[in-house]
T-cell receptor, first 116, second 113 residues
Framework: EAGVTQSPTHLIKTRGQQATLRCSPISGHTSVYWYQQALGLGLQFLLW???????NRGNFPPRFSGRQFPNYSSELNVNALELEDSALYLC???????????????FGEGSRLTVL | GDSVTQMEGPVTLSEEAFLTINCTYT??????LFWYVQYPGEGLQLLLKATKADDKGSNKGFEATYRKETTSFHLEKGSVQVSDSAVYFC????????????FGKGITLSVRP
């Protein structure tokens, strides 16, 4: 069974540009979570989608947005890129609504965004 | 707000050494506690968890006990192997907090033969 897949693996952008990252959850999983892993800061919660709806959002500016498609895949968009947006962006999926409360999240390998 | 504090790293040990990775937390409610591990080139995966005070989570020889009185969830292993080299993250989730895992900064463990 395929795990959580993310694309692209690496992305290089310049300040002010937009970045789009994609995530395909494990088949049958309806919840998708996005985290930012910046150097020295650990994993910071960005967004949680379930059944196409945004369920929770972390403490990030509005230029971080996303959506979930009918097939449960998800997209993270970062507009007006800033240097400090350089990080590894991790996607995770889960089968059950609210599974983060039980820790049952399955992570992809991440997309590394570099902003020059 | 909720937060997790992990000891500073990286940590380098010889094979068969004893491992302790400290983790303390601050939470507004009664959290569940987790350890995640990230092996080189792989995504994070759940290593073990505990959902109430004095519970002990265990997996692959690793153990951690939920200590409410000291707000801690330290990870231990009696004899580490080279294959345990990875990044370890402590995390918490508070029921009702819109299903969010809060992670610590992670610590890199390197085990040499």
């Amino acid at each position: 069974e395929a795990g959580v897949t993310q694309s692209p693996t690496h992305l290089i952008k310049t300040r002010g540009q937009q970045a789009t990252l994609r995530c395909s959850p494990i088949s049958g999983h309806t919840s998708v979570y996005w985290y930012q892993q910046a150097l020295g800061l650990g994993l910071q919660f960005l967004l949680w989608y379930d059944e196409g709806e945004e369920r929770n959002r972390g403490n990030f500016p509005p230029r971080f947005s996303g959506r979930q498609f009918p097939n449960y895949s998800s997209e993270l968009n970062v507009n007006a890129l800033e240097l400090e947006d350089s990080a590894l962006y991790l996607c995770a999926s889960s089968l059950v609504y609210g599974s983060a409360n039980t820790g049952e999240l399955f992570f992809g390998e991440g997309s590394r965004l570099t902003v020059l | 707000g909720d937060s997790v504090t992990q000891m500073e790293g990286p940590v380098t040990l010889s094979e068969e050494a004893f491992l302790t990775i400290n983790c303390t937390y601050t939470a507004t409610g009664y959290p569940s506690l987790f350890w995640y591990v990230q092996y080189p080139g792989e995504g994070l995966q759940l290593l073990l968890k505990a959902t109430k005070a004095d519970d002990k989570g265990s997996n692959k020889g690793f153990e951690a006990t939920y200590r409410k009185e000291t707000t801690s969830f330290h990870l231990e292993k009696g004899s580490v192997q080279v294959s345990d080299s990875a990044v370890y993250f402590c995390a918490l989730s508070v029921p009702g907090a819109n299903s969010k895992l809060t992670f610590g900064k992670g610590i890199t463990l390197s085990v040499r033969p």
